[in-house]
């Protein structure tokens, strides 16, 4: 079975981030190591391979997405995070780069199924291309169950200790105010939503990654393949034929940078159009985290609410959704220019290739 396994590894503490060279120097390390590994030993001589990788390098580090063919989720978690152990240690520049997460990530409405359905009959499929399928085909599960209240309350804790990691936009962002007469919100859920949208980073990411894999596979373009995207599938359905390989790579980097520099203690604003898409898409995933734990009070929806009024500037995306924008002359290419030169835009995503528009009929 094929499991992702995202692997994120960050800079030694105190290094300063890296600028845009020093990305691709890093990109091309991981690159060179990763295509110089042919397979894997397992667990008494079993043989684990390495199907494939995707590589998106930050200024504070690396996220890899490693496509593991493994008997178990473990095995494929254990060999991810030793394929990226011994890159590292094989480079001088990466050998005291840290790996801080090594898993394989659910989307909150099939880790919901995993909760609710256990070892059972009907627990979610570990493959991932099957989970995109079901999240898309919207597949009910068995009878539900409730949440009991020492994994809400573990939730909540977790997600209001995650809030501080949310550097470029204080809880005030969410509607919370030490003012009484400027409060919206209180405390508790101004950091909750904030938490939320850091946990949402995660899953973001990872389905872009697995969106990814599955277009490179089925392609040549979201339009001609009848397989099931989580985030891809979410875009406006008009630029389908306009959605290929190129362009998920390009929209994932994108990802990648937008959602670093939300950790950063200036973000800035949405530069560009793929970003206000990434964004919409991100609060969705916060939402969607807080209602699976129980956790989406009034409260928090303000809160989220308020955050999503402060961050947009207009809402001129959602137009891409209308009917009247198929057939629009401006190609999908037009998403990844910045709107101003103050902002800005990874150079990769950037990168204007006529290739990421197919030909329309």
Known sequence: MTYAVTVDVELPKGAPELDVLQREG?????????????????????????VDDVIAVHPGGA????FIDAPALEFAEDAAREVVAEVMERSEPLVDWEITRCGVDLHPDLLQ???DAADGPDAPPADPAERARRHAAGEPSGESSRLDEAEVEEMRRRLRSLAPSLRAFPIEAFGHSD?????????????????????????LVDELFTDLAGLEEDGPTVAETDAPFMILDELPPHFALQYTVLFARRLTVTAVTMTGRLTQPHFGRLSCVAEELLMKF?????EATADLYGLLSDEVEKALQVFGDGVFEDMDHEWLYAPAADGIGRGVQDWFIPFDEERYV???????????EAPQD
């Open 113 to 115: 199924e995993s909760l």
């Open 282 to 286: 991100l609060l969705s995933q916060a």
């Open 63 to 66: 996220l890899l997405k490693l």
């Open 26 to 50: 890093v990109a091309f390390l991981l690159r060179k190591g990763l295509d110089s590994i042919a397979a894997i030993e397992g667990p008494d001589g079993m043989e684990v391979d390495l």
């Open 346 to 356: 990874h150079p990769y995503a950037a990168n204007d290739d006529n290739d990421d």
């Open 179 to 203: 003012d009484k007469e400027e409060r919206v919100v209180g405390r508790e859920a101004a950091e909750v939503a904030a938490g939320a949208v850091v946990y949402a980073i995660d899953l």
